[in-house]
T-cell receptor, first 111, second 109 residues
Framework: DVKVTQSSRYLVKRTGEKVFLECVQD?????MFWYRQDPGLGLRLIYF???????EKGDIPEGYSVSREKKERFSLILESASTNQTSMYLC??????????FGDGTRLSIL | GQQVMQIPQYQHVQEGEDFTTYCNSS?????IQWYKQRPGGHPVFLIQ?????EVKKQKRLTFQFGEAKKNSSLHITATQTTDVGTYFC?????????FGKGTKLSVIP
């Protein structure tokens, strides 16, 4: 079974802090994604990566950056956290254009 | 960019009634995927449709992909309380998926 592991289930940070969300997958998938999920807005794509060291902006990249130094790991970075980045963050991986396998999510609160 | 519209946003049904959610894309899709998210959980892949006019069944769930590959539907026959959750469609582009906003299904026992 594919396993996508997100480093934290719940996280509380302060405005202005630099925040790192980590995601690791164990199935050698080429593609990895970061989404945020907010009530009434569904899943919105922040960034994705289709190869090591490659990254592409999604629909809402502002205020975020990503890092993919190894195939299995995809990190999301909030450069200077703001209250409007309070959300559920979901990481996913997939082989090609096939099914996304999601992690359990990180519920991030910015105070 | 690609947009995927999904309706309805909410649906409340009595247990045993049928349920349908619909997806429409602004562009032709290479494939469409369906996911289910239980309350407090993460989206879980249900199925992928690739061919024009394709129909697939999983027990009480029937998935259809339109002839023009721009729309899709999920139909649940005789809903059960275990069907509760949010159902998302997602249209596939080059590397990424564009998700609909989902239909939240409530089943009244």
């Amino acid at each position: 079974d594919v396993k996508v592991t997100q480093s934290s289930r719940y996280l509380v940070k302060r405005t202005g802090e630099k925040v790192f969300l980590e995601c690791v997958q164990d199935m050698d998938h080429e593609n990895m994604f970061w989404y945020r999920q907010d009530p009434g807005l569904g899943l919105r794509l922040i960034y994705f990566s289709y190869d090591v060291k490659m990254k592409e902006k999604g629909d809402i990249p502002e205020g975020y950056s990503v890092s993919r130094e190894k195939k299995e790991r995809f990190s999301l970075i909030l450069e200077s956290a703001s209250t409007n980045q309070t959300s559920m963050y979901l990481c996913a991986s997939s082989p090609g254009d096939r099914a996304h396998h999601f992690g359990d999510g990180t519920r991030l609160s910015i105070l | 960019g690609q947009q995927v519209m999904q309706i309805p946003q909410y649906q409340h049904v009595q247990e045993g009634e049928d349920f349908t959610t619909y997806c429409n894309s602004s562009t032709t899709l290479s494939n469409i995927q369906w996911y289910k998210q239980r309350p407090g959980g993460h989206p879980v892949f249900l199925i992928q449709l690739v061919k024009s006019g394709e129909v697939k069944k999983q027990k009480r769930l029937t998935f259809q992909f339109g002839e023009a590959k721009k729309n899709s539907s999920l139909h649940i026959t005789a809903t059960q309380t275990t069907d509760v959750g949010t159902y998302f469609c997602a249209g596939a582009g080059s590397y990424q998926l564009t998700f609909g906003k989902g239909t939240k299904l409530s089943v009244i026992p």
